[in-house]
């Protein structure tokens, strides 16, 4: 059993380039705003912030820091 294919755009704007970008950016300053990331990359808020999430992102003290980092 398979699922028929379904009109509509496929999501690209969570795909592993963005991910990297996402990364990157994050990396490059630590206080950066998720908009400004989304606006950065072109994509909207809601996407960055899924991949912020999916890349274990968090923020504390208006930094970004890896969640398996700060628990021991």
Known sequence: MSDKT??????TASDQLNQDRVEELIRGNRRIK???SAVALGIS??????????????KVCARWYRACCLTK
């Open 6 to 11: 379904r009109s509509g755009r496929p999501v």
């Open 45 to 58: 808020k809601e996407r960055a912030g899924h991949i912020i999430g999916v890349l274990g992102f968090r």
């Open 34 to 36: 998720q908009k400004d």
